[in-house]
């Protein structure tokens, strides 16, 4: 029997022929889940037409009610297109009532009118997401190879009422399967939940717009190192309660109190709260870019957010963890330059003992010519403090990244916010106009050596507390996204995480995780 290479898992030739069978064939995956992740960030879909965009802006400014402050930045999640979102509650479609609009298949599905004059429209949409994974060493312990087929399914309807009232509903289903998968948890496993299902009231005030939304909802506002509906796993975090904003053309606000969807297995025996609360307020302002968009835009967002769990585990420590988290971002891009930097303080108290921690992450790049097609060269630097999780008294000083996207230092979880630093140098082109391709070279340290490294669940790697080093793991990471057309996109990943002496000297060892994801939307 031949042994398998476990220092260099790329050595093993069977091994190699399953991965190479997951980067090519991920359409195969696809069918074989029809019927029947981890933080990917929201797959590049192709861009409306420049006359669809013409349509929109006209649309917009008959619509007396549109928020007046800067799209990208409006609290309502990242665009993947001029008129996709990731967050398919932000979307409006109303601009297809203008004939000038360029429809395609889906459109009789995006725009119906309800009424004589279209003022009662309803839209609908749709995802199927399913993606093919292998790890050759899940969690950087297990000897066993881990083959995992995820699949979602959401669908969602957008009733609008005038311009000031809408309702949105959305279903969401996700299955797992293969070999030495992930446990079936909820996030994973779940044959239908209610996503979102909220109402929405807007007015004009003082020569803005107010929004209250009230029910079920995704939730992307803030900076993705605390705050992401989580994209990876196939139900995303969905919210419960209210939240209301104010926006004008260079300031907005909001307020919003949340308790999160507390999923189950089964069919629609979701729960609302699961201990957890979150509450808070966040405020942007627009520094410059209003008068020419052109040359870019700089933001200023300061937030705070109160966050509660009644009952949060953090290695040995458990109990109440009661978070004050405040700071600000200062993001944006002017010319060729882009970048994203956000200083965060947490105070509170956990199980008892009072809290005391930061976290900083910075992430800039340049463009090495004019146009989108130009490359980019970067990088992005990281820290959240640690300490005292291992201690038996004293202050804490582990950071709680609450809500945040996993994907910021890896696609599998390799690394977490807590107890970490680290620097990446980043690349990243586009070699046709609907092809982009990124990598990534990140070496992580912990800056308490009496402390755990965790990975991206918050989870310790068991025994790092007792071995001396800072040296967590280096991770190479390759990325590319294909948007064939408004409707499919097809992604690849690769990740190499080459284990440190921390996690080395207790016990664990180098991974590759290889995945596919084929997406279908209308």
């Not at 979102?85 to 979307?91: F, I, K, N, S």
């Not at 004589?116 to 066993?144: A, C, E, F, H, K």
């Not at 975090?237 to 999923?263: C, H, I, Q």
């Not at 109440?320 to 970048?339: M, P, V």
Request: glycine share 10%; with cysteine; proline share 5%.
């Amino acid at each position: 029997m031949t042994k398998r290479n476990r220092t260099h898992p790329l050595r093993d030739r069977s091994l190699s022929a399953v991965l190479m069978f997951g980067l090519t064939v991920p359409g195969c995956a696809f069918a074989a889940t029809a019927g029947g992740e981890q933080e990917a960030a929201a797959q590049p879909i192709a861009e409306a037409t420049p006359l669809n965009a013409k349509a929109a802006a006209a649309s917009s400014a008959r619509d007396p009610l549109k928020s007046p402050y800067p799209a990208q930045a409006d609290g309502q999640g990242p665009r993947t297109g001029p008129n996709y979102t990731m967050l398919r509650g932000a979307e409006d479609w109303r601009f297809l009532a203008s004939p000038k609009a360029k429809r395609d298949w889906a459109s009789p599905l995006k725009y119906i009118p309800l009424d004589g004059d279209g003022d009662i429209s309803l839209s609908l949409n749709g995802d199927q997401r399913t993606s093919v994974s292998v790890s050759t060493r899940p969690l950087l312990s297990d000897s066993t190879d881990r083959i995992e087929v995820l699949s979602r399914t959401t669908l969602g309807a957008d009733l609008r009422i005038g311009p000031a009232v809408r309702v949105y509903g959305e279903l969401a289903s996700g299955h797992i399967f293969g070999k030495n998968e992930t446990r079936h948890l909820a996030n994973f496993e779940n044959d239908l939940v209610v996503q979102q299902l909220f109402a929405e009231v807007r007015a004009p005030v003082a020569s803005g717009v107010a929004r209250v939304t009230v029910g079920r909802q995704e939730f992307f506002d803030g900076p993705r190192f605390i705050i992401s509906p989580r994209d990876n796993p196939n139900i995303r975090v969905s919210m419960n309660g209210a939240r209301l904003s104010m926006d004008w053309k260079r300031f907005r606000f909001s307020a919003f109190y949340f308790e999160p969807t507390d999923p189950g297995n089964g069919f629609l025996d979701d729960g609302i709260g699961n201990g957890e609360t979150l509450t808070g307020a966040y405020g942007s302002f627009l520094l410059a870019g209003e008068g020419d968009a052109g040359k870019g835009r700089i933001f200023f967002d300061p937030f705070y957010y109160h966050f509660e769990d009644t009952e949060r585990k953090l290695g040995p420590i458990s109990g109440k963890d009661r978070r004050e988290t405040y700071g600000a971002r200062l993001w944006g891009s002017r010319g060729n330059l882009s970048f994203d930097w956000t200083a965060i303080k947490q105070d509170g108290r956990f199980a008892g003992r009072r809290v005391d921690a930061w976290a900083v992450s910075t992430n800039q790049s340049v463009a090495l010519g004019s146009g989108k097609s130009a490359p980019r060269l970067g990088f992005h630097a990281d820290y959240a403090s640690g300490g005292g999780t291992y201690d038996a008294a004293g202050k804490v000083g582990s950071f709680n990244f609450l809500y945040n996207a996993t994907v910021i230092f890896s696609d599998d979880n390799f690394v977490g916010a807590i107890n970490t630093m680290g620097i990446a140098p980043t690349i990243s082109f586009s070699p046709t106009r609907k092809l982009q391709v990124g990598a990534e070279w990140g070496s992580y340290w912990r800056p308490n050596e009496n402390d755990a490294a965790y990975r991206g669940n918050a989870q310790a790697y068991a025994g790092t507390q007792n071995v001396a080093g800072r040296h967590v793991a280096n991770i190479a990471r390759l990325k590319a996204n294909w948007s064939l057309n408004p409707h499919v996109a097809l992604a690849g990943m690769v990740n190499y995480a080459d284990a440190g002496k921390v996690l080395r000297r207790a016990g664990y060892g180098d991974n590759l995780f290889v995945k596919t994801m084929l997406t279908l939307r209308f």
